[in-house]
Each structure stands twice: as structure tokens, then as C-alpha cells.
């Protein structure tokens, strides 16, 4: 059973860096043609997708934010990690992590397995 689970911290000062991982069990980041994303969902807004790191190490973005985004991946520990620089209140929301054969869609449905979130709150 693939389970995949958030941490870091919940409150983020404005333009300090969100810096969140997701521990996976139950596959290997690792495995063929599956990708590990990482969604959000601001209060009141629609699921937006953030970014994704391949099985085999490349990393995709969600363009108007690439420039603040930076994921990356520890084999060992079978973690993926998102980080975003520079945060405003806007980027407040719960994020999940999420995998999938697939990136870049903010359906539900097109993701397999979904951690349960974590709220990020950016305030001073």
C-alpha cells in the first residue's frame, strides 16, 4: 500500500522559504514511469499543481511559479522535497504531495495516491 506523507513547518514568515517534505512507503520514488507531485489548494481556490520530480530525477514546474520552485528528491530516504523561495501571504494553502503516471493535472482523479496535507500559513 503506496502512502505518501507531508512535513514542515506550518507558519512561514513573508519572503522566507516554504520548505516541505513528502516521506513515501510502500514504492520506491524511484519506480518506473511514476511521477511525485506537489499540489496546493488556497483557501477558497481550486487545486493548483506546483511541480513534479520524474522516476528518473527530472523536475517539472508549474511556469509562473518555476522561478521560486525547486524540487528535488533523497533516494535513501525515499523523500521528495518542495521548496518555495520568496513567499507572500499568497501563498498560503494546504499542499500535498501526490504520485501518479502522470503531472501537471489538478484532478483528483489523476493522481493514485494523495498524502493527507499540510496547511502552510505565510504571515509575519
Known amino acids: 500500500q503506496v502512502q505518501l506523507q507531508e512535513s514542515g513547518p506550518g507558519l512561514v514568515k513573508p519572503s522566507q522559504t516554504l520548505s516541505l517534505i513528502c516521506t513515501v512507503s510502500?514504492?520506491?520514488?524511484?519506480?518506473?514511469?511514476?511521477?511525485w507531485n506537489w499540489i496546493r489548494q488556497p483557501p477558497g481556490k481550486e487545486l493548483e499543481w506546483l511541480g513534479a520530480?520524474?522516476?528518473?530525477?527530472?523536475?517539472y514546474y508549474r511556469p509562473a511559479l518555476s522561478s521560486r520552485t525547486s524540487i528535488s528528491r533523497d533516494t535513501s530516504k525515499n523523500q521528495f522535497t518542495l521548496r518555495l523561495n520568496s513567499v507572500t501571504p499568497e501563498d498560503t494553502a494546504v499542499y500535498y504531495c501526490?504520485?501518479?503516471?502522470?503531472?501537471?493535472?489538478?484532478?483528483?482523479?489523476?493522481?493514485?495516491?494523495w498524502g493527507q496535507g499540510t496547511q502552510v500559513t505565510v504571515s509575519s
Open positions: 510502500g514504492a520506491s520514488i524511484r519506480s518506473a514511469a511514476r511521477y
Open positions: 520530480i520524474g522516476y528518473l530525477g527530472s523536475t
Open positions: 501526490a504520485s501518479g503516471r502522470s503531472y501537471g493535472g489538478t484532478a483528483r482523479s489523476e493522481y493514485e495516491h
